[in-house]
């Protein structure tokens, strides 16, 4: 499997660290060809920064186009042993549970204020939309959801109230 590494070698050098896709990870490790380290994106810089202020972690960042942590995440866990998947699952759980109250706060906040909001300026501003940006593709689509959802609650509210004047 030396060409895997851009090499003209028949092997591939003992301890040399490779980016190979997922499919072929699968392989490889399961046939006990390789180790496996777990990715930066869940390691234990992210998970400290994720334990000490969840909401400032950009997720969006960490895995590249689309920012699809979670999924990510859901994908390295098969590869790992049962005891080190509870644990990354246990982190990407408390993790998403800290950071969803926020997200919907911001979607109803923003869905109350109108399309055309900007989020105010000054510091609380910059630092919600810098939490919006930093989400994962995941937390963007509850993001959605939430806002469009606390939209239709407000005309319903309002079209239900003029009904009764």
């Given amino acids: 499997m030396g060409h895997l590494g851009g090499g003209t070698e028949r092997d591939i050098a003992a301890l040399s660290k490779l980016q190979i896709p997922m499919w072929l990870a699968y392989i490889i490790i399961y046939s006990d060809w390789a180790d496996f380290n777990i990715p ?3 390691g234990l810089k992210v998970r400290n920064a994720l ?10 960042s960490l895995v590249g186009a689309g920012g699809l942590w979670y999924g990510f995440g859901k994908m390295i866990m098969d590869m790992l042993s049962e005891e080190q998947a509870s644990e990354m699952s246990e982190m990407m759980t408390k993790a998403f549970k800290a950071r ?10 923003f869905a109350a204020i109108g399309a055309g909001g900007s989020g105010g300026g000054g510091p609380s501003g910059d630092v919600a939309q810098a939490f919006r940006e930093g989400l994962d ?3 963007r689509e509850i993001f959605s959801l939430a806002q469009d959802s606390a939209k239709r609650m407000k005309k319903w509210y309002e079209e239900s109230d003029k009904a009764k004047q």
Avoid: G, Y
């Avoid at 997200?103 to 906040?109: E, F, G, K, R």
């Fill in 40 to 42: 930066t994106p869940f």
């Fill in 100 to 109: 969803v109250v926020e997200l919907v706060d911001q979607a109803q906040h």
């Fill in 137 to 139: 593709a995941t937390e």
């Fill in 51 to 60: 334990k000490a202020e969840a909401c400032s972690v950009r997720l969006s």
